[in-house]
Every structure is written in C-alpha cells, then in structure tokens.
C-alpha cells in the first residue's frame, strides 16, 4: 500500500529547531514533487516548501523562506525539512504530499498532490 509517512515533530521553544522527516512506503518519492503542507488550528492548510522530482528544484512560503529548508535523501527515500528559528506562528500539523505533475507554476495546488501523509504536529512555545 502506498504510503507517506511524516515523522520528527514535536514540541519546542521559540527559536529552536526541527526537523520533518518524508517517508515513502511502497513507492519511490525521486519519481515525484514533494511538498510540505501545514494546517494551523481555525486555519486553512497552506503551501510550506516543495521540491521537484527532476531538478531538485525548490519552493518556499513566503513565511518561511529563509528559516526552512527542503532536501531529498534518495538512499533513505526519505524528504526532509529542516526547521530554523521556529515561532509561535509556525505550530500546526504538518503533512507531506506527493505529486507526478510539474510543480511550476502552481506548487501549493492540493488538487495535483496523489498522495498524503498522515500529519505530525508541530507545537512552537508552551
């Protein structure tokens, strides 16, 4: 059964970091794009980071771009990403998806992702 699976939340201070972990049950995750979603609480899920099966190219929030870093590891098939100078407004859970279409010109579009993980809740702060 094809399967994402996320892992590596958890809860911190202000200004710590994470790291997500992107496992791939069941299937390649090189064959596809990868993108990291988060869902606030009383909030709509948004687009964090992306990376393309191709290129590695890669895509950012803007509310992240800077602190957060997207990578693949194709020997563990696993998708990170890395989590820096974490803030309060950063607590959400956070899914990966996949997806065979290119990720330009629309990477936050949730209709093209096939596959979604399960979630791991991120908590920035008390």
């Known amino acids: 059964q094809v399967q994402l699976v996320e892992s590596g939340g958890g809860l911190v201070q202000p200004g710590e970091s994470l790291r997500l972990s992107c496992a791939g049950s069941e299937f390649t995750l090189d064959s596809y794009s990868i993108g990291w979603f988060r869902q606030a609480p009383g909030k709509e899920r948004e687009g964090v980071s992306a990376i393309s099966t191709r290129e590695d190219t890669t895509y950012y929030g803007a509310d992240v771009k800077g602190r957060f870093r997207i990578s693949r590891d194709k020997s563990q098939n696993t998708v990170y990403l890395e989590m820096i100078s974490l803030k309060p407004e950063d607590t959400a859970v956070y899914y990966c998806?996949?997806?065979?279409?290119?990720?330009?010109?629309?990477?936050?579009?949730?209709?093209?992702?096939?596959?979604w993980g399960q979630g791991t809740q991120v908590t920035v702060g008390s």
């Open positions: 998806a996949a997806r065979a279409s290119n990720l330009w010109p629309t990477p936050w579009e949730e209709s093209e992702y096939l596959y």
